[in-house]
Structures are given as structure tokens and as C-alpha cells.
């Protein structure tokens, strides 16, 4: 480091000849008992800037910053703020070439959180009740949610006595792009209140999916979400010009998710990261991952699954809100700026979403500057906003939070033209550009809104499963289990 002991220090990277530079990546020094380097900036040899948010202490995790490749003889990364009584401490400071994807980190000593999804044949169908038997709403009595299936699925269902079932799923088409939401399957409840479906499945998408069972009279249709061992491998679709981008981050979730709620010593935050501290929002708690609360795992390491439950037996509400379920989040940045942001990028999330009135899953990006400093401006981005009651619609959006702010631009569809949500998988991706900020999904540009404030910062991306979203929950159908699976999360420049 060179100059003061506290803000104002420096380091720098020279090349003999201009070289493209698309991100860098920043390692903590040592700390007494916190992050030393609260924030930074780098600057170009063009003069031009990008925000760093703080580093954490030796054996903490990167601060890892993309931009827009750039033409560079140095690159000098500067001490904004320090931790009060602290000296600034950098342990490693390094750039990456356009074109190269810098190195995810693995932690040591985290706990990590892994699942393999469980065969239907254990799923026990409770004996006839009356809590179940000539219901109006349809209920599942089994497979639970997320256990496995083979070429064919024996699902139980509960309903009013001798209504007429029809099951429905999204078919992949036979290079696993494309498809459509056909009906494979029917029944009709019994005298006894239930009907067992035998479920044809080799056409469905291999790992998690879901079917749709509907009856006459039903208040609301059925989904149940299994993981299918057999079935067509389907894949994404990326905008096209992401073939001329560097990739930046990538997750396809194949090792076990580590997470703490600031992210201290994980790859992701399980709560949403705020200046000093984490936050949270909904009517389900995003609580810190457990064996127990499997609110977040990685699924036959392949797939995250977040997951939507009751609380335990004995579990309260830590904020004493009154919230009785657990939700779940991902973010890629930690309390204090730390881990992941990208200015001007694309982000992107393959994901199979749940159904239900009340769930609220959503992929989506805040500016970095928030985490590290009292701003009057706030930058929220949302990929997309999906609410259970309608798995034929979305929502995209942008806010501008603070004074002197625009507000926001909110573009909600009860049709967004793209096969049920809560079907088949979809790809949604944003990308913000100096201009404008334009919505994907499956790499079909969907929505362009301008006004973003905080445009030039970098922004970190969330994942999350929560609850409301200002619907009532009508979760009973499934005991108040959803999962939202996420395939992979990537970040362009």
C-alpha cells in the first residue's frame, strides 16, 4: 500500500502495453475484529471510475468487481474508507483479462448445505379423513413435494367427491428447446374423497418439474412439483450477443450452496444485505440456513432449491412479526459490499418457479454504493417478480429510491406470452446499459425502461423464495411447502 496509513492509500497495476481488463478481484488484509476497508474506487488510465465495496479480513472472501472491458495501461485501486481504528489492509489485489472469468472462491470451514431429493415410494398416503375427503380445494397427499419420480409418477390427490382431474405439464421439445403445456393424464376423485393418477413422465423435463391438476369446482388447480429421474433434458436461452461478452460470475449450483446470513465466510448472504447490516421483507422468514431448515440447498448436485415451509414445531418469529414460514435468498453480495457486483452487465437466472397464491419468488439487483455508505439514491433493478396466483403472468421493474428521485417504472403482464411459469423453465435476465435498462426472458427482449439513478454503480444480484408480495397464502394444497429451483445464475460484461 502506498500512502496514508487510513483512506487515501493506493495500489496499482501497470502493463508495459494496453491491455483489455474486464474485472479485478480483492482480498482483505489482516483485521482486529472487522473489515478494515470499508470502501474503494479503481481508476483507469482514462480517467475513468468504479465503486468497490468493502473488503473482508484474511481468509474472508474476495470482492470480486466486473465492468465493461476496457483498454488499460493501470488500473489503481484507492482506499475511500477505513473501519474507525484501523489500518488499511489489502492481502491480494488482481485484474482479469477480457474474456477470463475470475475464480470463484470456496470457503473452509463454512457449513454447506447439499440434498438429494427422495424417491416417491417413501411418501406415506395418510389414511381418509375428514379434514381431507369431500374438500372443495384440491390437496396432495402425495408425492410431498420435491421427491423423486421415475418413468411414471403415482400421485394421490384429495377433492370433493367424484369431480373429473385433469393433468397437465410442459413437454420439452426434442432438442430440449421449445415445448408446450399439454394435457397427459386424467382421473376423477372417488366416493372416498381421492384419486390416485398414474402420471406418464418420460416427456417432461429431466429434474425438477411439475404437473397441473384441475377439476370443475376446484377453487384453484394443483401443482405438484417433483424432481423426474427420467425425462428430456431441456435447456436455456441466452440473448444472443452474450456470445461477445465476457463471462463474469457463474453458478450452476453442482456443489453444495454455502451461505451465512451477512455472508461472512460463504459465497452467498441468506439475507438481503443493507448499509451496516441485513434485512428482510414478506410474510416468510429468510432464516439462516440449517441441516434442519433445508430453506437452502443444493439438489442432486444440480439444481438450488429454495424452499417456502411452515416453521418448526417450536420456532417463532425472531423479529416478532408473526410470520410462521421460512422462505430463503441468495445474494451475491455480502453485509459491507464484499463478494460479487457488476457494472453495466447482464445478469441472467434459469429458473422453475412455484405456483400458489401468495408465493413471490424473484430474481433481482441493487446498486452497490448502498452497502457502503449513506446514499440519497437507491437502484433496484428486478429481473422479474413472479406471484404465485398467476403463473401466466410477470412482472419486470426498476426503482429509484430517496430524494430527488423519478420513482418507478413498474411493467406487470397477466399474460407475458411465455409457457407457465410454473411449468416449464425459463431464462430471465436483465442487462443495464449506460442508457437504458433492458428485460430478457429465454433471450427474447421483453421491456426497455429508462430513469435508472444510479445507473453508473455496480449492482450485486438476489435470488429469493418469499411469501405476500401483497396476496393473501393458499399454500394448504401442498401443507405450505414450494420450492423455487434456480439451474444456473450468470453475469455478462
Not at 482486529?32 to 473482508?56: I, M, P, Q
Request: hydrophobic content about 40%; glycine content about 12%.
Amino acid at each position: 500500500m502506498a500512502g496514508r496509513p487510513g483512506a487515501g492509500q493506493w495500489l496499482r497495476i501497470e502493463w508495459p502495453e494496453r491491455v483489455r481488463v474486464a474485472s479485478v478481484q480483492l482480498f482483505g488484509g489482516a483485521a482486529n475484529a472487522e473489515t478494515s476497508v470499508r470502501s474503494g474506487l479503481l481508476r483507469f488510465d482514462d480517467g475513468s471510475t468504479v465503486l468497490v465495496g468493502g473488503l473482508e479480513p484474511s481468509g474472508g472472501a474476495p470482492t470480486t468487481v466486473a465492468f465493461t472491458p476496457r483498454s488499460t495501461r493501470s488500473v489503481r485501486f484507492t482506499v475511500t474508507a477505513i473501519a474507525a481504528g484501523s489500518s488499511a489492509s489489502v492481502a491480494r489485489f488482481t485484474a482479469y483479462a477480457a474474456g477470463t472469468t475470475p475464480p470463484q472462491w470456496s470457503p473452509s470451514g463454512t457449513p454447506s448445505f447439499a440434498t438429494t431429493a427422495k424417491p416417491a415410494s417413501a411418501c406415506a398416503v395418510p389414511a381418509r379423513s375428514a379434514a381431507t375427503a369431500g374438500t372443495p380445494a384440491l390437496k396432495l397427499l402425495c408425492p410431498s413435494p420435491g421427491f423423486s419420480v421415475g418413468a411414471a409418477a403415482t400421485v394421490v390427490v384429495a377433492g370433493p367427491s367424484g369431480a373429473a382431474l385433469s393433468v397437465s405439464a410442459f413437454l420439452p421439445g426434442d432438442d430440449g428447446r421449445g415445448g408446450t403445456v399439454r394435457q397427459i393424464a386424467s382421473g376423477t376423485i372417488s366416493g372416498t374423497g381421492r384419486a390416485t393418477l398414474r402420471v406418464p413422465m418420460t416427456k417432461l423435463a429431466h429434474g425438477p418439474t411439475a404437473v397441473r391438476v384441475t377439476a370443475v369446482g376446484a377453487a384453484r388447480p394443483l401443482y405438484v412439483q417433483v424432481v423426474n429421474r427420467s425425462g428430456v433434458a431441456a435447456r436455456g436461452s441466452s440473448p444472443a450477443f452474450t456470445k461477445n461478452m465476457t463471462l463474469a460470475y457463474s453458478d450452476d449450483f453442482a456443489s453444495p450452496v454455502t451461505a451465512t446470513r451477512s455472508g461472512a465466510g460463504a459465497r452467498y448472504a441468506s439475507a438481503k444485505p443493507v448499509l451496516g447490516g441485513s434485512d428482510e421483507f414478506g410474510e416468510a422468514i429468510f432464516a439462516q440456513p440449517t441441516k434442519d431448515t433445508g430453506n437452502l440447498t443444493t439438489l442432486n448436485d444440480d439444481w438450488l432449491r429454495i424452499r417456502t415451509a411452515p416453521l418448526a414445531p417450536g420456532k417463532s418469529d425472531p423479529n416478532r412479526w408473526g410470520r410462521t414460514s421460512t422462505g430463503g435468498m441468495i445474494s451475491s453480495a455480502h453485509t459491507g459490499g464484499s463478494g460479487f457486483s457488476a457494472q453495466y452487465g447482464y445478469f441472467e437466472a434459469r429458473m422453475l418457479a412455484p405456483a400458489g397464491e401468495g408465493t413471490w419468488p424473484a430474481f433481482w439487483m441493487l446498486s452497490e454504493s448502498n452497502l457502503v455508505e449513506k446514499v440519497s439514491a437507491v437502484g433496484e433493478v428486478d429481473a422479474v417478480e413472479l406471484y404465485g396466483t398467476n403463473p401466466a403472468g410477470s412482472c419486470q421493474s426498476q426503482h429509484n429510491y430517496g430524494k430527488h428521485t423519478d420513482g418507478s417504472a413498474v411493467r406487470c403482464s397477466g399474460q407475458n406470452g411465455f409457457a407457465d411459469w410454473a411449468l416449464a423453465w425459463h431464462t430471465y435476465g436483465v442487462r443495464i446499459t449506460p442508457s437504458a435498462t433492458v428485460y430478457y426472458i429465454d433471450g427474447t427482449p421483453t421491456t426497455t425502461i429508462k430513469g435508472l439513478v444510479k445507473r453508473s454503480d455496480p449492482y450485486f444480484f438476489m435470488i429469493n423464495l418469499a411469501l405476500g408480495g401483497g396476496w393473501p397464502i393458499h399454500l394448504s394444497g401442498t401443507n405450505g411447502v414450494a420450492d423455487l429451483y434456480v439451474d444456473s445464475v450468470k453475469v455478462y460484461v
